[in-house]
């Protein structure tokens, strides 16, 4: 079946402005992830939905960063105001089973610059 | 709270050498591990994961990790290297009882000569 998917692959916007990047987590898959992975670095947590609900938004750097899941499948990452240190890959991961030892099924990601 | 220190953020290894890359946890609860592969420009795949049930865990494309709890270990193993196992492979930590906590090492770029 299809697995996680994420667009745009790329995306080039200007300092201050507002981006959108979308999620379609794996059919089915309640729990939905999204991650942060800067240059050599691992992926970074952000902020994890169990069906619509944010059930743990931690990870969100701050205020600039927003995310929704209005029907519980698609998700999509809002950031306001970008700036240069926003550049990043960002990663969405879907799972079945939002216990442990679940397995988190991640999409390709979306790099972002920001210039 | 869990953490992971990947040890060598590259490591390069001749084709049909043995593959050797290193994971240690911090936890304060009995873990569970991961080992994720990242090809370019795609997702993390996950390559096996430890849950407490075999101490030696045997994933795919011949990769396999054991458990050490006395050396708080997770070293990732393949006996001999393929060039398509040129790739970043990341270590990761989640506790048992929340669904949220999972932790990344920074990765190990594995390179592989001919």
């Known amino acids: 079946g299809a697995g996680v998917s994420q667009t745009p692959s790329n995306k080039v916007t200007e300092k201050g402005k507002y981006v959108e990047l979308r999620c379609d987590p794996i059919s089915g898959h309640t729990a939905l992830y999204w991650y942060r992975q800067s240059l050599g670095q691992g992926p970074e947590f952000l902020i994890y939905?169990?069906?619509?609900?944010?059930?743990?938004d931690s990870g969100l750097p701050n205020d600039r960063f927003f995310a929704v899941r209005p029907e519980g499948s698609v998700s999509t990452l809002k950031i306001q105001r970008t700036e240069r240190g926003d550049s990043a890959m960002y990663l969405c991961a879907s799972s079945l089973i939002p216990r442990p030892p679940y397995e988190q099924y991640f999409g390709p990601g979306t790099r972002l610059t920001v210039t | 709270a869990q953490s992971v220190t990947q040890l060598g953020s590259h490591v390069s290894v001749s084709e049909g050498a043995l593959v050797l890359l290193r994971c240690n946890y911090s936890?304060?609860?009995?873990?569970?591990l991961f080992w994720y592969v990242q090809y370019p420009n795609q997702g993390l795949q996950l390559l096996l994961k430890y849950t407490s049930a075999a101490t030696l865990v045997k994933g795919i494309n011949g990769f396999e990790a054991e458990f050490k709890k006395s050396e708080t270990s997770f070293h990732l193993t393949k006996p001999s290297a393929h060039m398509s196992d040129a790739a970043e492979y990341f270590c990761?930590?989640?506790?048992?009882?929340?669904?949220?906590?999972?932790?990344f090492g920074a990765g190990t770029r594995l390179t592989v000569k001919p």
């Open positions: 936890s304060s609860v009995p873990p569970y």
């Open positions: 939905f169990q069906g619509t609900g944010a059930a743990d």
């Open positions: 990761a930590v989640s506790g048992p009882y929340n669904n949220n906590d999972m932790r």
